[in-house]
């Protein structure tokens, strides 16, 4: 039998993503399709860059749209090479590595709602569209998954125990397949075993998280049992002290669900800055703006708080072994020579030093050849992390 080709979907709150790869062939999709804004007006499909007038109801309409023109176009004729990964947000504590779906999995996912009410829903009906339309082996690749890793004294909240077990609240972690990718790209480029491999990976994009890999395993990362906890993102708060959150219910008479909305869409660079866009802040800021300077101010110190901490706990773990990298990327990490500046000035003496011409023009190795540990910038890739663990698994 020829090479397996696998259809990557991601089904986000109101979005479809689709992909197809032959990973033996190229690293590159072969072809991508993509609808945006599902059930409102505005809802286009978008194939390979082309734009088409389409509106969608839903997730799977959408997602039936862009396989019909796949096939239109010739892909995935051959049904028997064809498997299907799919990205799914939140597989509680018992999704510890991609899963093969089937009922049970399905329950699981299903189960999981709970802690991920926009997303879980939408994963289920990319699945279960694909499922309807095409009778090939599908996979489920959890976002949390990654980070299953973790000690409990990392992952576990200081609540009363008996509340941790009864709700399985605790920390969770996602952007899985992005840490995952930038921990073995960084192995590759380093020349070193995925097992001997330590750094921290900093995602920064709309939605921003921190990871620190240990050996090629996520020791402890930012986001926790939701996406809000950790770094300043664009709309969501981070890390804030939970008493001014039953603070602001008193004394703004808002309900639970309202709160919620007002840290998850209406904070972070947004509730400062009054834009989720860094390229905006940046050049507010440059226009003499003092809350786009603020927002940066903060979102740098953010950044700098949790390498500090996740640099002494990738030591302390290693017995002195720390991390050999501190890898940025994702729109901002990618992007942004201001913002990897800005947050990795004046470190000499902790062995971090960046070289500002590297910075400059966004090489792959950032740092001076004296620095202890490494600075890179690595293009993330979660969809390519999606078809590569579908098809491991697949291979057994
Ligand atoms: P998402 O989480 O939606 O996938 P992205 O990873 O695409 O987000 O990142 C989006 C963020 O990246 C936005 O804040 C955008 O302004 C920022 N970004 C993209 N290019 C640049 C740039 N050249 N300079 C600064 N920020 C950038």
């Known amino acids: 039998m020829s090479a397996r080709q696998i259809l990557v979907c991601n089904c986000g709150s109101s979005s479809v993503k689709v992909d197809l790869f032959d990973l033996k062939a190229s690293d590159k999709?072969?072809?991508?399709g993509s609808a945006g804004r599902i059930g409102t007006d505005q809802s286009r499909i978008e194939i390979q860059g082309n734009e088409g007038e389409t509106r969608f109801r839903d997730h799977r309409s959408a997602f039936l749209e862009i396989c019909d023109s796949f096939e239109s176009k010739g892909f995935f004729s051959e049904k028997e090479r064809l498997a299907i990964g799919h990205r799914v947000v939140h597989g509680g504590k018992e999704a510890d590595q991609p899963l093969r779906i089937d009922e049970s999995v399905i329950a699981l996912i299903d189960r999981c709602s709970r802690f991920a009410p926009l997303h879980?829903?939408?994963?289920?009906a990319g699945i279960e569209s694909a499922m309807e339309r095409y009778s090939v082996p599908q996979v489920a690749v959890f976002d949390t998954a990654f980070h299953s890793s973790m000690s409990e004294f990392a992952y576990?909240?200081?609540?009363?125990?008996e509340l941790s077990e009864k709700y399985d609240i605790r920390r969770y972690g996602f952007h899985g397949p992005s840490h995952e990718y930038i921990t073995l790209k960084t192995a590759e480029f380093l020349n070193k075993p995925i097992e001997e491999t330590s750094l921290v990976s900093l995602h920064l994009g709309n939605g921003a998280?921190?990871?620190a890999v240990y050996n090629g395993k996520s020791i402890e990362t930012s986001m926790g049992f939701t996406p809000l906890e950790g770094l300043m993102m664009g709309t969501r708060s981070g890390d804030?002290?939970?008493a001014i959150v039953s603070f602001l219910i008193e004394s703004e008479k808002l309900s639970?669900?309202?709160?919620?909305?007002l840290l998850n869409k209406q904070s972070g660079l947004l509730g400062i800055a009054n834009s989720n866009d860094m390229r905006d802040i940046v050049s507010q800021m440059e226009t003499g703006s003092?809350?786009?300077k603020l927002a940066i101010n903060m979102f740098a110190h953010r950044i700098r708080k949790y390498i500090g901490a996740y640099l002494i706990q990738l030591a302390h773990t290693g017995k002195n072994n720390g991390a050999d990298a501190i890898v940025f990327t994702a729109g901002i990490g990618e992007n942004s020579p201001l913002i990897r500046s800005m947050v990795l000035d004046g470190l000499v003496s902790f062995g971090i030093e960046i070289d500002e011409k590297k910075n400059q023009s966004n090489s792959t190795?950032?740092?001076?050849e004296s620095s202890r540990i490494k600075i890179m910038r690595l293009p993330t890739d979660e969809e390519w992390m999606i078809a590569r663990n579908t098809e491991k698994l697949l291979a057994g």
Do not use: F, G, H, Q
């Open 365 to 368: 190795l950032l740092s001076k």
């Open 209 to 211: 998280s921190a990871c």
């Open 240 to 242: 804030i002290d939970p």
């Open 256 to 261: 639970a669900k309202e709160a919620d909305r």
């Open 156 to 161: 576990r909240y200081a609540i009363p125990s």
């Open 120 to 124: 879980n829903p939408a994963n289920l």
């Open 29 to 32: 999709p072969l072809i991508s």
């Open 290 to 292: 003092t809350e786009a």
